[in-house]
T-cell receptor
Framework: GENVEQHPSTLSVQEGDSAVIKCTYS??????FPWYKQELGKGPQLIID?????GEKKDQRIAVTLNKTAKHFSLHITETQPEDSAVYFC???????????????FGRGTSLIVHP | DGGITQSPKYLFRKEGQNVTLSCEQN?????MYWYRQDPGQGLRLIYY???????QKGDIAEGYSVSREKKESFPLTVTSAQKNPTAFYLC???????????FGQGTRLTVV
């Protein structure tokens, strides 16, 4: 099955700095790569996602890049703000019909702390 | 407003008792999931269902059971066979596993 590794587990930055979180995956059939943000005591919420037919996607201060050859994808947050402090999860979903489960597999999460 | 609702938010139970966590969605999603979250462990899949009256075991199904009698509802029972049930439980739903998952607010279960 799919295996997703996420690094770092904790990331501490100063307000205004950029933050980068990296994930690698094992199943070359994976096709959908979402990123979720989880605030304390709440459920995760999707912040951006990318499919395998594109290499980069941007939404204001957030961007995701995908390298299918190397099987890794990254979340980039620019001009970080204290309200960006949260736990971020990456996930990978193999394409239906590729064999095995196509349910998303999540990374272990990155705790991002933005200091004012 | 459409959404996914978990109840209760906090739940305390004595060791050896079964307990059922509620999950309801009005998003008309076919797929529903239960995850367990422990510190440093990420989200681990317990059970998932892609259609009414059908569900599949996830990575850590032992000691848990589910039912999917209605499209809107996917309750999770934590049985006395679950050796370490204290955790944060998250329910989610999606149109399809290859689409965005919508999560509930979670239930924190403490077994004493």
């Amino acid at each position: 099955g799919e295996n997703v590794e996420q690094h770092p587990s904790t990331l501490s930055v100063q307000e205004g700095d950029s933050a980068v979180i990296k994930c690698t995956y094992s199943d070359s059939a994976s096709n959908y790569f979402p990123w979720y943000k989880q605030e304390l005591g709440k459920g995760p919420q999707l912040i951006i996602d990318i499919r395998s037919n594109v290499g980069e996607k941007k939404d204001q201060r957030i961007a995701v890049t995908l390298n299918k050859t190397a099987k890794h994808f990254s979340l980039h947050i620019t001009e970080t703000q204290p309200e960006d402090s949260a736990v971020y999860f990456c996930a990978a979903s193999p394409t239906r019909g590729s064999g095995g489960s196509y349910i998303p597999t999540f990374g272990r999460g990155t705790s991002l702390i933005v200091h004012p | 407003d459409g959404g996914i609702t978990q109840s209760p938010k906090y739940l305390f139970r004595k060791e050896g008792q079964n307990v059922t966590l509620s999950c309801e969605q009005n998003l008309n999603h076919d797929a529903m999931y239960w995850y367990r979250q422990d510190p440093g462990q990420g989200l681990r899949l317990i059970y998932y269902s892609q259609i009414v009256n059908d569900f599949q075991k996830g990575d850590i199904a032992e000691g848990y059971s589910v039912s999917r009698e209605k499209k809107e509802s996917f309750p999770l029972t934590v049985t006395s066979a679950q050796k370490n049930p204290t955790a944060f439980y998250l329910c989610a739903s999606s149109i399809d596993p290859e689409d965005e998952a919508f999560f509930g607010q979670g239930t924190r279960l403490t077994v004493v």
